[in-house]
């Protein structure tokens, strides 16, 4: 696996402190999600195994692999939830109460939202208060009054801010998104 532009074994000492790191997370994640701590370990363990199967699997950075570890679990729960409801067809909203697809959205949004943040957070000073106010609702015009510049200059900091994010996060971070929020919805 590589991250970051570095290959990381996965006997080493660099595989097991990124497991150090995100395993809470995910264990976290799946426990809530199927109300059982034993379910959640094992699917969270389950989770990086099937990391460590793809190998030659490349993430931009750690951020990229914890939301590819994200889909991993998200898709482990919903298959126990199938299995436990013994639904088998590829609709979840079939078998499920409105109570338990309402709180495994929220599960994944809060994950959701805690990612994008931190990653948010890494941006110059000026990109991220954009891309804040964006996630507020403020339209450009507005962004340009509030920070008193122009319009052009927020689509450019804008542009040049979801680019950044596209590199810190990778292209799972995207498919997380819409894998997490389009098929509840």
């Known amino acids: 696996m590589r991250v970051s532009g570095i290959t990381i074994q996965y006997n080493s000492k660099e595989f097991k402190a990124i ?12 426990s809530r999600i199927l109300k059982s701590e034993e379910k959640g370990k094992d699917v969270a363990q389950e989770a990086f195994v099937k990391l460590w199967q793809k190998d030659t699997e490349e993430f931009a950075s750690e951020k990229a692999l914890q939301a590819y570890l994200y889909v991993l679990v998200k898709n482990a729960c919903i298959s126990v939830l199938r299995k436990e409801k013994n639904i088998s067809n590829t609709s979840l909203d079939e078998g499920l109460t409105i109570a338990q697809k309402s709180f495994l959205n929220e599960i994944l949004r809060e994950e959701t939202y805690k990612l994008l943040h931190e990653a948010i957070k890494e941006l110059s000073p000026q990109s991220e208060r954009v891309v804040r106010l964006t996630l507020e609702g403020y339209r450009n015009q507005d962004i340009a009054n509030e920070l008193d510049i122009t319009i052009n200059s927020v689509k450019t900091v804008k542009k040049r801010a979801y680019n950044r994010l596209r590199q810190m996060l990778g292209s799972q971070f995207v498919a997380f998104i819409l894998g997490s929020f389009i098929e509840f919805f």
């Open 19 to 30: 497991f150090e790191r995100l395993f809470p997370s995910m264990y976290m994640l799946a």
